[in-house]
């Protein structure tokens, strides 16, 4: 009997995404380039998924074990690595056959790998894989982009391991080329906000108002059973919970503050600066990030440099965890906003046409930045497809009218007790700019066209102007 579907890179995500397949009754072949990660998951299967998972340790062997047209799932980490996977399997592989790439992939490497295969009669897919370890075990967000009719050929698979939610797959056709590995990565600058955002709400907490760890767990329990539900505000009262075994501390204070990240964020920002979109709540998050790597630094600065040399009055606790609800929800909103408008800025670039409405569905089970504001966000595209920003949409617009008090409240006192807010900070910005009809950038205009004779429009005429300043 020949496989169904193959996968290749046995790490943690691979492993999951096999006994994922496995468990719905795919007959999987796995193999791995060192053959350790393979032994380890044959010895971690146990019971009837034995029967479904069949390793190999050669790649001709690998390939020859799957029903045509082959499909093929990576699992291997971004940039040359894969390259030299597909070098090594496309000898043996057929016109027809199918490779998947679900790692986190570049979308312009995607789209290179998509055309050199292409002519050779092999399908691509990028597909981006929402969900972490778990959701790779027990259904992710899956987004492929690629041809629609090579995605047809494994659409079963890939719908049937996806997360579900009321009764619906989290995995749709995104577009064409690297489209799904595009969404993934702005997925992954939300990602970055939102957590930056959550962040900066529990510094609030902790730092201004004062308030014990197990403290700031309940308000962030009680804000998940309300509108801020989603799975990053679940875990962070999980993680806030959570005590330190060998001090006994909870294990938040034990962690050194330094963040990591992966590159999809830092993609996600140059591609909003190369193509004139603005993305500044999660450039803001990912500065966030490089300022943190900076510890040594920071520790001998905090010797050195004051803050503000003021009284701090006592806050009202219960009318200020209100305003930082408030300024929350309203920075996630902005945050989202910009993540969509990137998406649609970027589908009209590349007429993608991408689905905007589906792209939020599928966020909602598997993903990392599920929410329950993602229905709303979907039902806006849905009513209005073609929809300039989601500030502007009537359930937001009125939202932002009762919460922006509490996010400008928040954001001016962590200004005036000198505590960083950046991503809160920069929403507020944003949403100010954003509903601003009559800028500054006249003058901006103006003093490019002093200095370097750039030109400029005229509000009351059409075409393009220079004036002799001198």
Not at 47 to 76: A, D, N
Not at 106 to 122: C, Q
Not at 342 to 363: C, V
Request: glycine share 8%.
């Amino acid at each position: 009997m020949l496989n169904t579907i193959g996968v290749i890179g046995l790490g943690v995500m691979g492993s999951n995404i096999a006994l994922n397949m496995a468990s719905k009754g795919e007959q999987v072949a796995i193999y791995n380039y060192t053959r350790d990660l393979t032994d380890q998951l044959v010895d971690k299967i146990q019971g009837q998924l034995s029967q479904f998972i069949h390793p190999y340790y050669e790649i001709q062997e690998f390939v020859q074990s799957l029903e045509t047209p082959r499909k093929i799932f990576l699992m291997v980490t971004a940039g040359k690595p894969i390259d030299s996977v597909i070098g090594a399997l496309v000898p043996f592989l057929e016109a027809g056959d199918v490779i998947m790439d679900g790692g986190n992939s570049h979308f312009e490497d995607t789209e290179r790998r998509y055309d050199e295969l292409r002519s050779r009669g092999i399908g691509y897919l990028g597909i981006g894989i929402s969900g972490g370890e778990v959701g790779a075990l027990e259904g992710p967000s899956i987004m492929p982009g690629g041809d629609k009719d090579v995605y047809n050929k494994v659409a079963p698979i890939l719908t049937k391991i996806a997360a579900q939610v009321d009764d619906d797959p989290c995995c749709v056709y995104i577009g064409p080329k690297g489209s799904g590995h595009f969404v993934k990565m702005v997925h992954n600058g939300i990602e970055y906000a939102d957590m930056q955002l959550i962040a900066e709400a529990y510094t609030f907490l902790r730092k201004r108002l004062d308030l014990p760890v197990d403290e700031i767990a309940e308000i962030f329990e009680s804000w998940n059973e309300g509108e801020l539900q989603s799975y990053l505000i679940q875990i962070t009262a999980e993680i806030l919970r959570k005590k330190d075994e060998i001090t006994g501390l909870p294990l938040i204070d034990v962690i050194l503050d330094k963040t990591g990240q992966k590159g999809t964020g830092k993609w996600t920002s140059i591609q909003a600066i190369d193509n004139g979109i603005p993305s500044s709540i999660i450039t803001e998050s990912l500065f966030a990030r490089y300022i943190s790597s900076l510890k040594e630094e920071r520790i001998y600065a905090e010797d050195i440099l004051s803050g503000p040399e003021m009284d701090q009055p006592n806050l009202d606790k219960d009318l200020w965890i209100e305003y930082i609800r408030q300024a929350l929800y309203m920075g996630k909103i902005c945050a989202y906003a910009q993540g969509f408008t990137q998406y649609r800025m970027t589908s009209e670039l590349y007429e993608w046409d991408l689905p905007l409405k589906d792209i939020a569905l599928i966020f909602r089970g598997g993903c990392i930045i599920r929410a329950d504001f993602l229905n709303v966000i979907s039902e806006t595209y849905q009513s209005q497809p073609n929809l300039a920003n989601l500030l502007i949409a009537p359930y937001f617009a009125e939202k932002i009218k009762q919460y922006q008090i509490g996010l400008r409240k928040v954001v001016s006192e962590g200004i005036n007790t000198g505590n960083a807010l950046p991503c809160l900070s920069s929403s507020i910005t944003y949403y100010d700019n954003y509903r601003t009809g009559m800028s500054n950038a006249n003058l901006l205009q103006a003093q490019r066209d002093y200095f370097g004779a750039h030109t400029y429009e005229r509000s009351d005429v059409t075409g393009f102007f220079h004036t002799n300043w001198l």
